[in-house]
């Protein structure tokens, strides 16, 4: 772009005279140079912006005025001699101009960034985590999620799958996605009724079906396998008996549910005692045991439950899963803790399968030494939480991961066999310590089920 100068001011054609007096020099001719001495004489000057009418060089009028003329383009500063007399520095006349111009740019982008800023933490907003340390439900990335506390959308329950849609978040239901499906009454046997809600089926995908509701029995207490529905085709275990569930029932028990050849689900209570069963939250896949379309499938269980317990087998509670010892600061001396999972559910999916890969995903807040520390990981077979450590349960000091940091999560692939230890049962979830020494090493913490980041497993398999 060219620049415009003379034409202010300071633009007057001056002529050396006597006495060293300079004096206005009217029709004086003003040549344009790129450098105070020597350099190059410049003759592409115009007298116009669009550079149609080019000179060499412009003339004073006749009051001895530079009128206005445009420098080359890119050009910001040039040297100007009248009559051949001394070069004086010309710069471009329009810089108030783009200063203004300037000045608005800034005031309208100060002004965007402070409405930008005003928009933490609300929705579509500059993302800002809350005092729980999620996003808010209006802030969620816009593409698929899990349902849960933290997103609110109509009807949406634990396990459902989100979308936004007209910045709200809906069940992804829809005519091209009929996924997931509508609860459906799931149809009760004789001798059994809907309890504080009504027993229902629903599949999140074309094949993994939910169940939600609870069944009362008429009369009496379960037996042992008695049949309490009938489940419709769509939802039917293609190998049937083949998988177990563990629902809840009278007295905060737990039974185990499974189907039948017939199609009908069954129930396998603890206790002849329980009148009533929860199905609440649970989940398998209607396409287990198929022997065709066999594939290689990856799922995820997070763990269910807690503890730390002291050196002296003692539980210490709370939702942290404590290693090793704290240089006698709490009192608990070599420390180790215990966290299990839904076992019954991770046999009834992966029982029979080929094990590919198993890992163990776990978050380490604290060690002892800001430099990290060593997790040492065993395994456990308790189905629920313990009231002590014992020993003859635990399969402690297994494996080491040594140089954790701080503040990290961590993937630890473990061997395959382990996945086939959770499949015949004899290994239901994981522990950390004891340490081998007092040493600070081996001291540290991670979350346990009740954060979070809650610990997590991932097995592969093929079936």
């Given at each position: ?101 300037a000045a608005a740019t800034l005031t309208a982008t100060t002004s965007a960034l ?18 729980g340390g999620t996003l808010t439900s209006g802030q969620a990335p816009p593409y ?170 003692a539980p210490r509670g709370g939702n942290l899963c404590y290693q090793g010892y ?138």
């Open positions: 772009m060219r620049r415009p100068f003379g034409g202010g001011i300071a633009g007057w054609a001056m002529t050396p005279g006597a006495s060293s007096y300079a004096y206005v020099a009217p029709g004086a001719e003003v040549r344009a140079f790129n450098a105070p001495q020597g350099g190059l004489r410049i003759t592409d000057l115009s007298l116009d912006q669009a550079g149609v009418n080019v000179v060499g060089a412009v003339f004073a009028d006749e009051h001895g005025q530079i009128p206005v003329f445009y420098g080359p383009d890119g050009v910001d500063e040039m040297w100007l001699s009248a009559n051949s007399g001394p070069r004086v520095k010309a710069n471009p006349s329009d810089g108030g101009v783009l200063l203004d111009a402070d409405a930008l800023e005003d928009t933490k933490g609300e929705d579509s907003g500059i993302a800002t985590l809350n005092s698929s999620i899990q349902g849960s506390d933290d997103i609110n959308a109509d009807n949406a329950t634990d396990g459902d799958m989100l979308v936004k849609s007209g910045g709200a978040w809906v069940l992804s239901q829809s005519a091209a996605n009929p996924y997931p499906t509508e609860w459906a009454a799931l149809p009760l046997l004789s001798g059994n009724s809907p309890g504080s809600s009504i027993p229902a089926y629903r599949l999140i995908d074309p094949t993994t079906v939910k169940l939600r509701g609870v069944i009362n029995k008429n009369s009496g207490g379960y037996d042992y396998g008695n049949t309490v529905a009938n489940l419709p085709a769509e939802i039917i275990p293609q190998a049937p008996v083949a998988w177990y569930l563990r629902a809840a029932c009278a007295g905060n028990r737990v039974m185990n549910v499974g189907v039948l050849n017939s199609g009908q689900m069954a129930v396998y209570p603890y206790t002849t005692t329980s009148t009533w069963v929860s199905l609440d939250g649970l989940i398998y896949d209607a396409h287990y045991g198929s022997t065709s379309g066999a594939g290689t499938f990856t799922k995820s269980w997070t763990a269910t439950w807690s503890n730390s317990y002291g050196e002296n087998h704290a240089q006698g600061l709490d009192g608990w001396g070599n420390q180790r803790s215990l966290f299990g999972f839904d076992s019954a559910a991770i046999r009834a999916e992966i029982e029979g399968a080929t094990m590919v890969k198993i890992v163990l995903s776990m978050y380490f807040p604290h060690w002892w030494n800001s430099a990290g520390g060593t997790a040492i990981i065993g395994t456990h077979n308790f189905t629920s939480m313990p009231s002590t450590w014992d020993k003859s349960r635990v399969n402690y000091q297994r494996w080491n991961s040594s140089n954790w940091p701080r503040h990290a999560w961590r993937n630890v692939t473990l061997p395959t066999a382990v996945a086939g230890e959770f499949a015949n049962g004899t290994t239901c979830g994981f522990g950390l310590g004891p340490a081998y020494h007092n040493t600070t090493e081996y001291y540290g913490y991670a979350y346990g089920a009740y954060d979070a980041a809650k610990p997590y497993i991932t097995i592969t398999y093929t079936k």
